[in-house]
């Protein structure tokens, strides 16, 4: 998770039950986590639901 985010600097993730990363960042690196129109955090998401069968990633 935290290589498809970078430059990003991911803190923490945590995966729920119901198939959720949560993934916790620094407040400054949100923009970088979310990319410019959204394309790094839908990859991420694109990665955690192909290799890791998860339904979503929401930043924290």
């Not at 986590?33 to 955090?41: D, K």
Request: hydrophobic residues 45%; glycine residues 10%; negative net charge.
């Amino acid at each position: 998770m935290e290589n498809a985010l970078a430059p990003a600097e991911v803190r923490n993730v945590t995966v729920s039950a119901s198939g959720v990363a949560y993934v916790e960042v620094a407040e400054e690196d949100r923009g970088l986590a979310i990319g410019s129109g959204g394309e790094r955090i839908r990859l991420a998401r694109l990665l955690a639901a192909e290799y890791y069968g998860l339904d979503d990633v929401e930043l924290a």
